[in-house]
């Protein structure tokens, strides 16, 4: 086996450098060499590489949707085995502070994200703990794949939302983030009301099923809610747009026992007229990453694999990550999901 590979490194903002270091090597019986072969690029990556994410401190390898294959396993690996495709969980914790304890190792006080402040996906080959991994179906791309870990934010939301079938759901925002939730939540069986202001993003959550899709520059979303649920309220309001004022009078728009779960990290303050909480018995449900929803996300990915692929529209060699990082922040609505391959 070769000695050394390629990762890459970001050494300061919208700056990467290829950097030829020694191959990772297996330490201990559990753990496993992967070959990446696809790492996708999402918003908080580009925070990273603008140098405005607070967990980043450069050169880091950046990079946290991972798809890759197994090429060498430690002798107590029983997870996976060698060619196995495979996606890898992002987070390391604790297991020991209350989160942990709880069963929310994705808010464990000691939380380090791959590609934040851990190392990241963006190199030739990784070694981790078997735990760590997760087999798909081969027939499944690795660009597809790389989507797995999107997909269990979706999956956490809809469970921190409670989503259940015939639910109404109303997601603002069709970035990945609302369009992979309101893909999720229309499994479970929902009702899925989606307003956003990009007609491509409109057109494509309308092609994936969404019951009703609004551009929320032209209609009046609280008003089209109330004449959809004959003014009871929708049962379940997302955030995943994080503008200003969407969630101020949100509870005035949920049913009584309904949930509200702000999945955009929005800083700016919103009031709460928390005796509205109580009067419907409402709650409000934070949702950070994910907490053991890759095994359900890996078993589903086939059933979402048309809707995936249709998100991704633009696909660049490892050599051209600057170019993809640059295409998935440049904001124009042809752009959906960028991802970077290795070969
Ligand atoms: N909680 C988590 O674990 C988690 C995970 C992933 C992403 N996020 C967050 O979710 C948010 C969305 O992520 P994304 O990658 O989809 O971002 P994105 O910027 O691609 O998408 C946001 C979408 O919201 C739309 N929008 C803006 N203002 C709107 C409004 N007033 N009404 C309706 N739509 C509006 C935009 O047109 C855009 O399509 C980000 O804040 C991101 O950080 C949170
Ligand atoms: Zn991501
Ligand atoms: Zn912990």
């Known amino acids: 086996m070769q000695k050394t590979m390629r990762a890459i490194y970001l050494t300061a903002p919208k700056q990467f450098e290829v950097r030829e270091v020694p191959m990772p090597e297996i330490k201990n019986e559990k753990e496993v060499l992967v070959k990446v072969h696809a790492v996708g690029v999402c918003g908080s990556d580009l925070a990273a590489w603008r140098g405005e994410h607070p967990d980043v401190t450069m050169p880091s390898i950046p990079g946290h949707e991972v798809a890759g294959e197994v090429i060498a396993c430690g002798s107590a690996v029983s997870r996976v085995r060698v060619g196995d495709h495979v996606v890898r969980e992002n987070i390391d914790y604790c297991g020991k502070c209350y989160a942990c304890r709880h069963g929310r190792p994705n808010v ?184 053991g929803k890759f095994p359900v996300v890996v078993e589903a990915l086939k059933r979402h694999e048309e809707h995936i692929k249709a998100q991704i529209t633009h696909v660049y060699p490892m050599e051209r990550i600057a170019e993809a990082y640059e295409t998935a922040a440049s904001r124009d609505p042809e752009v959906g999901k960028v991802v970077v391959t290795y070969c």
């Open 108 to 291: 464990c006080k000691d939380l380090k994200v791959m590609g934040f402040a851990a190392p990241g996906g963006h190199a030739e080959y990784f070694v981790c703990d078997e735990s760590k991994l997760f087999a798909y179906d081969p027939d499944i791309s690795y660009e597809t794949a790389s989507m797995a870990e999107p997909y269990t934010i979706a999956a956490e939301v809809s469970d921190r939302a409670e989503i259940t079938d015939g639910d109404y759901v109303l997601i603002y925002g069709l970035g990945p983030a609302g369009m992979s939730i309101g893909d999720w939540a229309k499994a479970q069986g929902a009702h899925v009301i989606a307003s956003d202001m990009v007609p491509k993003r409109i057109e494509m959550a309308k092609a994936f099923g969404f019951d009703y899709v609004f551009n929320g520059k032209e209609v009046n979303v609280a008003e089209e809610i109330m004449k959809i649920t004959d003014g009871e309220g929708v049962n379940v309001i997302i955030d995943a747009a994080g503008a200003p004022a969407i969630l101020d009078n949100a509870i005035d728009i949920l049913s009584p026992f309904g949930r509200i779960v702000p999945v955009a990290f929005n800083f700016k303050p919103s009031p709460v007229v928390y005796a509205k909480i109580n009067l419907k018995e409402a709650r409000i449900s934070g949702s950070r990453l994910q907490a």
